[in-house]
C-alpha cells in the first residue's frame, strides 16, 4: 500500500520559463528510460518477484521503485513550471492573462515554434506522459524477465543509460530550473546503479575499475558536484513506513564505484519541499472558471472538512 | 513524495491457479480503463493542477490517485497468484517444480493453449503492464486537459466504464481469487465516480436520478454486497500522511448515488494485509538460482541490518 | 458533404452466433486492407487529389470511397449479429438475458474462449475497430503520394489484397451470416479493382491476360458465383446526390478482367436493405436500462417530432 | 448506406499558404479528439447501436456522425490549400512550378523547417491522418461501450474537449483560411455538446449552470460571434435523404447551454459550397504528368459520360 | 556490404507441422529479444561506431551481426515449416491442395483455433515480422546509446534474454522441427553471450563465478547436449569475406563461463546446409498459379542465364 | 546465410554536417517506404516464398533483398556523418571535444533547435531506425501476401514510392553529403522498379509507355544524370557468392521503361569503397573513454589475431 505526503523530493531552482528545455526533459520523465520507466518496471518486478529467501533483493527494488514515484512527480512539475506562463516569455503576448484570444489576439502562437505543440493544445502548459520526440510511453518497455541476476543487470544498464541521457541533456540547456533537477537526477541514478551493481557483486560479479557505467565524470558539472559533495550518490533510503525494507543487508559497504565512500541505508527518506499549486492560466482555459464558476469552486473550498483517523493499523 | 508499507490494501481469497481468468483480469490492470491508467492519470493531473483556490479538488484527484497505486499493486499480485503453478493446474506437467524440461519433458505445454503466452514466455507467471487482448498499456491513454470541469468530467467517465469493465469480467469467471479482487475493486470504482460525481455537483450538475452510471445493479454479485452492506462504496480514504488533504470539503454530505448513505473522508486508510512473496518456479528460471547462486544469496540475506533513521522530517 | 439513408446496402443472411468467425471478419473491417482502409484512403485521396483535367479519376476514387462507409457499415453490423447472443450459443448460459450474474453466474464464460475478449470486455457483443489479430487500425495504413499513377496501383494492389484475405476468410468458416458479407464483398472488391485497373489502362498500361490480380477462382464459392452472374463485379455506383460525378468516363468499355462484360457506370446506387437495431444485452448492461430509465427513455421517444425541412439546396 | 454530394459543408475563407498551421490545425483531423475520431466512434456506436425504443438517440449519434465525415472534409480540404504552394511562399524557390529540382534547385527547402516533413514528403502538400504531434490516427481512440449513458456522457466529453482544443489552435494563428474552418467547428462541436447534453437531461441529468463544458467564451472570438448570432450552436441536422431520422425527438426545446436559445432540429443539412479540385504541384509529382501523360489523362476525361440513373430506390 | 549463399546455416530437423508451436517461435524470430532485434540492433550499433581505435569491437559487433541475419533466415524458414500443410495436419481438410473452398468447403477452419490468424490470412502459412501475442516488430527495441561499455553490457543482456526465453520455448513443445531450431539458436546465443561478456572482461569487469546470465542448465535438454558437446557455445565466426576482422583479439582465451574451454574465432563461417524453396499451398493461392500463368511462369525460367562475372573486386 | 565485406556500396561524397538533412534522411532509412522495409520485406519474402518452379523470382528478390542491406549501411553512415560534429557546426560550442559540458558549458545545444533531439540524447550522433517524423519503424509495413503476383505488384510500387520520395528529399537539401546518397538510391530504385516491372512482363502485363512510375525526370538532378549515364539504372547485382542465383532469366532483354538500354545482370557485385569508422565525440561520452578505460581498450586491440580459415565450404 501507498501513501503520500504534499512535499517534492527535492527543490526545484526558479528560472525564465523554457519550452525547449522543458520538451527535453520529457525524455527523462517518459522516454524509455526515463522515470516513469522505472517507476513502473520496479512495481511490477516487485509484484512479481518470487523466491522469499531472496527478500533484500526484492526490498532493494521496491524501495528504488517508490523512490521513483516521487522522481516522476518532481521532473513532471519541473517541466510544467518550465512550460508555465512560456505565452508571455516568447514576448508574443497580448496580455494572455486577461482575454484570451479577445478580438482576435494569438497568445498561444509560441506553440507553433518551440518544442511539442500538445504542450499547449492537447495540456495546459503541463508535462505529458511522453518521450522528447512525443512518442506516447508504452508498456512494451518494461522488463521483468523473472530471472533475479537478469533483472538485475538490466536495472543497472537502466540506471546508467538514464544517467547517461542526462548528463547529455545537462549539455542541452543552461536554464537553472531544468539543471537543478537534471543533476539532483543524475546523482540519484548513480546511487540507484550503486544499489544494482552491489546487488550483483554479492551474486559473483567483481566490477573492479568499471564502474560506474559509463564514465560521464559528470562531477564537471557544478551542479551536480554539489549533491556529490553530499555524498547523494551512495545513500539509499527505504521510503518504508514500517521499518520491514530488508534493502539494506545489501546496500552497505564500500561502493562499487570505488569512490571511497561507504553506502549508507539509514534514511528512510531525504527532507522534502513544500509543493506548490500552479497559477490560473486564461489562455489555456485552466481550470477555466469564470465568475460563476470561480464562486461555486470557492464555496466548496470553504465547507469544512472533518477530522481525519490518522492511526493507520500498520503504523500505530 | 511516496511512501510504502509492505501490505496489500484487500485480502485476496486462495483459489486454483486460472490462466484464462489472469489474462482477462489483465484489462483491469494495463487496460485502457485500468488501474494502471487511473494511476498514472490522475499523478498527471496532480502535478499539473491550477489554482490554488481549488486545493480540495487536486487533493481529490491525488488521494485517489495513490490509492490506485495500492490497486496496481492488488490487481498485479492477483494475476500473478492466479498464473502461479498453472503448469501443473493443466495437468500436463512432468513435475515442473523439479527439473524443468530435463530429458525433454514439456512443462509449459499449456503457455500455448491459454490466455497469453507472454506470461510464461516473456514474464515468469507474472503480471503484465498490458490488457486483456496484449496491447501494452500506453501514454497516449492518458487524459489531462488542463481544465477542472472537463478533468473532472473525464474522470467520472473513467471510473464509471472500469466498474462496467469490471462487471463482465465478474460475469467471466467464478474463480474467487479473480472474483475478491474483481468486487473490490468494483466497490472502489464506485467510490471514486461518488467523489467526482460530488465534485461536479458543487460545480453546478445536479445529478437527480442518473447515478450510478452505468446501472449495472452489482449488488447482485454476493461478494460485492458483502461489501456494499459495509458502506466501501462511500467511503474515501486520503492516503496523506501528514493531514493535509482537503479532499474531505468536497467528499462529504449524501452520496450522489442516492443510496441513502453518507460520504465519508474521515480515515486515513484501510487496514491492509500482509502481502508475501511468490514461490520459486524452477520451469521458468525464477528467481533461477543454481546451488552455489542459492548460497550467495542467502550469505547476502544474512547480512546484518543497520537501524534506520525513521523520523522522517515532515512525520516529526 | 455527406447524406445517409437507413439501409444496408446488401442483407445479411441469417445464422447461428460464430464469434470466431466474427473475430476473423475483423480483418475485413479494421485490418490493413479491410474497408475502414479502403474508406479512409479513398477519402484522403479525395480531399488532396490535384489537377482539375483529372476530374474523372478524382470522381472515380470519391465514389468507390463513399461505397466504402456502407461498406463498414455492413461488415459491422455482420460481425455485431455473429457475437450477438453468442453467450448462449456456447452453451454456457444461465439466462443471460434475465438476471446477468445474479447470484454469481457466469453468463459471459464464452469470452475467455473464443476470438478477442474484447468483444464481450471492452464492447458489448458488437464490432470493434481492429484486426483479426487485435491491433487497433492506424492511420499510418492510409497512402496517398499525391502522384497520379501511384496512388492507382496503389489502390489496384490493395483492392486485390482485400479480395484474397476475403477468399482467404472464406474457406476458414460455412457459417451463412459471415459468407453473405464475405461474398458480397470479394465481388464488389472485383468490381474496384476493375475500376482502377480501367484507370490505369487509360494511362498506358495493357494488362492483357494478367487480371484479375490474384486469381483466385472465387467463382468456386457458390455465394460469390451467383452474384458474379448478375454481374455485379462489372457495375460502379456513383452515390452522387447531383450528377456530378465523371467516373463513368473511366468506368465503361470491356472489362480488364477479359470475363466478356461490359463495364456498367450507370446506376446511382444499388436498392438496399432496411437496417435494423440489435436487440437488448442485459449481461452487457447494454443499453443498460434499468426500469426507471427505461420510463425515461420510452418518455423522449414519445416526444413530437418537428417536421424536416427536406429541400437541400444542392438536390433542388 | 452513404451518399455524396461534390459540396463543402462550409466555405473557407482564402489567405497566404501557412505550413506551421496546417500542421497545427492536423489535431483537429487526425487527432484523440479531431474529427476523424467523432466521425468513426459515432460510425460504430450507430452500427452497434442496441435497443429499439431508443431509436431517437441512435438517429442523433447517426445524425452527427454522418456531419462529421463533411467535417473530415472540411478540415482535411482546409489544411491542404494552407499547405498548398508554401514552398513559393517561403521565399526560397527557385520557380517550382516550372522545374522541380532542375539543376540542382532546392524548391522544397521549407519542408526542413516548418511543422511535419512529411506534408512534402509522405504527401504532396496535402492533408495527413495524424495529430499536430505527427502520431498516425489509432483505432485504440474509438469509445463505444455499448451503455448508452456512459457513450452519451463520453460524446459530451468528447465534444468538449474537441472545442477546448480548437479554442486553443484559434489563439496559436491568425491566419483567416485556418480561422474560418476552426471557428466553424468550434460553433458545431457547441451543437453536437448540447445535443448529447440534451440527451443526457431526457436521462435525468440535470445541468443547471453546467454547460457549456468548458465555458471557454469563444464568442471574444469574432469569427466565432458571426455563427453564434446565426444560432448555429442550436441547430442540428440530419443529413437523412429519406426522414427516418427521429433524433428531432430529442434535440429540441430549450439549450442545455441556457444561452436563451431553442434547439431546432428542422434542416435536413446546411446549404454547401461547391469543392474545387487542387491545382497541380509539379515539385511534387503531383499529379506528376509529363506531356504524355497529360494527353492520356485528357483523353480519358473528353470520353462521353453515360446516363445514370438517379432514382435510386429508396429516394423514390 | 552484404552478400549471400543459398544455404541454411544450420539444418532444420523434420516433423509434423504445428501451428502453436510456430506461433511460440515467433517470439524468437520477431519478439523484443528475437533475432530480428539483434540483427538489427548490431546493424546500427556497427553504422554508428566511434572511434577507431576499438575496431576490435566493432568487429565482434559486427560478426555476430551478420550471423544474426542469417538466423532470421533460419528461424523464419523453421517457422514456416512448422505452418506448411498445418490444414491437413488438423484432420479438417477436404483436400485443399485440390480445390481450395470449392462448393464451399472450409479448407482453412484451422485458422481459428490455433496461434495467430494472420500466419493463415495475412501470409501464407510463412513467418510474419511479429512476435508471439501478435505485436508487430518496432524500431524503439533497438539500443545504440554510443558508449561503448553500455552498448557492450545492453548486448549481454539481450542475448542473456533470448537464450532464457529459448529455454522456455524449448519447454513448450516437444515438436522437433521447433527443437531443433530452438536448441541451436540456445547454444549461440550463449557463444555471443561468452563474447560480450569477454570484451567487458577486457575493460575491467570480473565474472568470476556470475556466467553464465541466466544458469538455465540447458545442457540437459538432449539436442543443446549435441551441440556443447561440440563445442559451438565457445566459437564465433567471423562471415567476413576479406579476413579484415579483428573479432579474433578479443574472442580467446578461457571462456568467461568458466566450462573449461577456450574461445575460438578461427573459422570464417559454419557449414551450411542447401536451403529448399517450400511447396505451392493452393488453399492459400500461393503462389497462385492458374495454368495459364504456370505457362508463363516456366516460360521464363526457361530463359537463358548469362555468365556472371564472379570477380567482385575486394574479394580478387 | 549472410557475409559481409568491411566496403560501403558507393562512396559518400564530404560536406558540412547539417543536422536537418540527415533527419530528412531517416525517411529513407526507417520509414514506411525506406531501405530497412525493403530489406525486411524482401528477406521475409525469400523466406516464404513457394513454389520451385518460380526460383528465378525468388533469386531476383532475394538479390534484391541483399543488396537492400548495404543499403542500409549506406544511408546510415551518411546520416551519422551528417550529424558527426554538428555542435560545432552550429557556431553554438564550447569546444565539445574537450570537456564536455565542464563549468556548466552547452556542447549540444543545436538538439533542441534541429531535426529530431533523439541523435543527440538517445544516439550518439548518429541514424536511428525511425523515420523523419520520429515513428519507429513496424513490422506492419512488410508486405508478403504469398501470391506472387501480388508480391511482385506490391514491390513495384513500393520501389517507385520510394523513388518519388527520394526526388522530394532531394530537392529539400544542397547538401552534397546527402545527395550523393540519394541520388546513388534514386537510380538503383530504378534499378529495382525496372525488376520487378520485367517480372511482372513475364507474367502478362505490358508497360507500353506507363513506366517509369511516377515519372520524375530524376535525370534533371545532375547527381543522378551521371549515374544513370553509366547504365546503372539497368543493371542488378546478384550478391550471391556460389552462382547459384537466376535472377537473370528474368533480369534481361529491353528495360521495361523503354529507356533504350538492356537490362543486365551479369555482375556479382558493384565495386565498393573501403568503410571508416567515426571519430569519438566526447560530449556524447562516445565511445566514452576515459584515460584508464583507453588503456584497456589499447591493449585489447593490441592482442594476437589468429589465423583464420577461410575456406568457407560452399565457396570451395
Chains 1, 2, 3, 4, 5, 6 share one sequence.
Not at 528545455?21 to 524509455?32: D, P, R, S, T, V
Not at 517507476?39 to 523512490?67: C, H, V, W
Not at 512550460?83 to 482575454?99: H, R
Request: hydrophobic content about 35%; glycine content about 10%; proline content about 6%.
Amino acid at each position: 500500500m501507498y501513501f503520500h505526503v504534499q512535499q517534492l523530493i527535492n527543490p526545484i531552482v526558479q528560472d525564465e520559463p523554457d519550452p525547449a528545455a522543458a520538451n527535453a526533459l520529457q525524455e527523462g520523465l517518459g522516454g524509455q528510460f526515463g522515470e516513469m520507466r522505472t517507476m513502473i518496471q520496479y512495481l511490477f518486478q516487485s509484484i512479481n518477484f518470487r523466491g522469499a529467501s531472496a527478500k533484500p533483493y526484492r526490498d532493494l527494488i521496491q524501495g528504488i521503485g517508490t523512490e521513483e514515484i516521487s522522481h516522476v512527480e518532481l521532473i513532471g512539475t519541473t517541466i510544467a513550471r518550465l512550460l508555465d506562463g512560456s505565452p508571455s516569455y516568447s514576448g508574443k503576448k497580448g496580455d494572455p492573462v486577461d482575454e484570451p484570444g479577445a478580438g482576435g489576439a494569438v497568445p498561444l502562437q509560441i506553440a507553433l515554434d518551440e518544442g511539442n505543440i500538445h504542450h499547449y493544445l492537447v495540456g495546459a502548459q503541463g508535462a505529458l506522459p511522453v518521450d522528447a520526440a512525443g512518442n506516447p510511453w508504452s508498456g512494451s518497455y518494461v522488463y521483468n524477465s523473472g530471472n533475479l541476476v537478469l533483472d538485475l543487470l538490466y536495472n543497472l544498464m537502466l540506471e546508467s543509460t538514464g544517467r547517461l541521457q542526462k548528463c547529455r541533456l545537462y549539455e542541452m540547456t543552461a536554464n537553472k530550473t531544468a539543471r537543478s533537477t537534471i543533476s539532483y537526477l543524475i546523482v540519484r541514478d548513480q546511487a540507484h546503479e550503486n544499489g544494482y551493481a552491489k546487488a550483483l557483486e554479492t551474486l559473483g560479479v567483481n566490477w573492479r575499475t568499471a564502474l560506474p557505467i559509463p564514465k560521464t565524470n559528470a562531477e564537471r558539472f557544478p551542479e551536480v558536484k554539489r549533491l556529490v559533495d553530499l555524498g547523494l550518490q551512495s545513500k539509499q533510503y527505504t521510503f518504508d513506513l514500517t521499518a520491514e525494507s530488508e534493502a539494506g543487508r545489501i546496500f552497505q559497504g564500500a561502493s562499487p564505484s570505488n569512490d571511497g565512500t561507504d553506502l549508507d541505508a539509514s534514511e528512510q527518506a531525504p527532507d522534502g519541499v513544500p509543493s506548490e499549486i500552479a497559477p490560473e492560466r486564461p489562455e489555456e482555459f485552466s481550470p477555466g472558471a469564470d465568475a460563476e464558476l470561480r464562486k461555486l469552486i470557492e464555496a466548496a473550498a470553504a465547507l469544512e472538512l472533518a477530522d481525519i483517523d490518522m492511526t493507520f493499523g500498520a503504523l500505530k
